[in-house]
């Protein structure tokens, strides 16, 4: 009996020796599987920014989605009935899409785009092609040729950095879906379009006093600004605004865009048009030698062929695109003239504006930022709207 019971007792011991062995292995597993895991989530903090935990979730949910179809041929000054290429190949960055209800325009048919923008020569995609619209709304293609350089970032003398000051983030949490929308369709088609001019009210003749709606707005040469307009629709002096983010949609879908969605300018958009005009002639850390600022001596022309000149020291709004010396590679006051609002938050309720205004120069360059907020408006803010390929 003694025998039987040191035999039950060992075998009890063996089986508690197992399940505690099993345990710890068990606990040994969790442990690795929990720190592998752990090395694998974003850290947020000093060594990753919002931004970057952003920008690398959006890279890992990112198909490689890349256009590799012809698409139909189309000739200069024709109204395309699809979407069209003006070789009849697959749209890149040097071969853009002419989106459906857009035509191909250089200098023979608008003298104040630049003779080397000619759709359809070697290298043209450098200096600013142009489409126009069936109203006459002027945009100007911006390749995209490596989306790796296609995020926000800080410039300092005229190079872009790797970084981006951490109060600035793009998108929020709640434009992520419609940013990574953007982000593919760039990468698909090899970048974006972008108003040719600050967006403009048509609706009057002289400069805009208040806010105030208007449902005729344009892209185009000599219009009023379309200022004193509020980032998101809100209620101001009790009328109900609506604010340039509801207006940048609303444009394209007054004009019946079937193939492109228009938004106002993303700060990755505004950054990478940045990188598409820099050089020795426009500076965008010291853009007051291309802009309209008080500092600024500028001819100007009204839409009758008058002259005008803008003497050092004046601050003087500009209707759209009036002066040839604020334009880079054919689009019109990147520097000075109104803020643009953009799609970049700088916390709650607040966005970001670039490029500077007339009123002032210290600071206000092409490359600049400031935060505003999204119900502020004033006749120093206006907005330009841009638009990517469906």
Avoid at 26 to 55: A, H, L, R
Avoid at 129 to 151: A, R, S, T
Avoid at 221 to 237: M, N, W
Wanted: proline fraction near 3%; charge should be negative.
């Amino acid at each position: 009996m003694e025998d039987k019971k040191k035999i039950q007792i060992s075998r009890m011991a063996l089986v508690i020796g197992v399940i505690i062995i099993v345990f710890v292995i068990v606990g040994i597993i969790f442990t690795i599987v929990g720190q592998s895991n752990s090395e694998k989530e974003p850290i947020v903090g000093n060594e990753q920014t919002q931004n970057e935990v952003i920008e690398n979730t959006i890279q890992n949910t990112m198909a490689e989605e890349i256009a590799d179809e012809p698409l139909p041929q189309i000739e200069i000054n024709t109204i395309a009935e699809v979407n069209s290429t003006i070789d009849g190949n697959v749209p890149c960055y040097y071969n853009p899409v002419i989106p459906k209800g857009f035509k191909a325009i250089d200098n023979e048919q608008d003298n104040t785009i630049d003779e080397t923008a000619k759709w359809g020569e070697r290298n043209a995609y450098l200096n600013g092609l142009v489409i126009e619209d069936e109203k006459g709304n002027q945009f100007v293609w911006i390749p995209v040729e490596n989306m790796q350089l296609f995020h926000t970032t800080d410039w300092q003398r005229n190079e872009p950095t790797e970084q981006i000051n951490t109060t600035y983030v793009e998108p929020i949490e709640e434009e992520q879906q419609a940013y990574e929308t953007m982000k593919r369709k760039v990468q698909k088609y090899g970048g974006f379009y972008v108003g040719r001019f600050e967006t403009g009210d048509a609706d009057i003749s002289q400069p805009r006093t208040t806010t105030r709606n208007s449902d005729n707005m344009v892209i185009q040469k000599y219009a009023q600004i379309y200022d004193f307009v509020p980032f998101v629709s809100t209620t101001i002096d009790r009328k109900e605004v609506t604010g340039a983010k509801e207006l940048a949609v609303k444009f394209g879908n007054q004009n019946q865009y079937q193939t492109v969605t228009t938004s106002v300018l993303y700060g990755v958009q505004w950054d990478a048009i940045l990188r598409f005009l820099v050089s020795d002639d426009t500076p965008v850390n010291d853009s007051t030698s291309w802009g309209n600022y008080p500092s600024a001596n500028l001819s100007y022309s009204d839409n009758l062929g008058n002259t005008y000149q803008k003497v050092q020291g004046e601050a003087r709004l500009l209707t759209t695109g009036c002066s040839e010396q604020t334009k880079a590679k054919n689009i019109y006051d990147i520097a000075g003239n109104v803020y643009e609002w953009t799609m970049e938050s700088a916390g709650s309720g607040v966005r970001v504006v670039r490029g500077g205004a007339y009123l002032i120069n210290i600071g206000q360059l092409a490359a600049s930022r400031y935060a505003y907020a999204q119900n502020t408006a004033n006749n120093s803010i206006g907005f330009r709207i841009s638009f990517y390929i469906d």
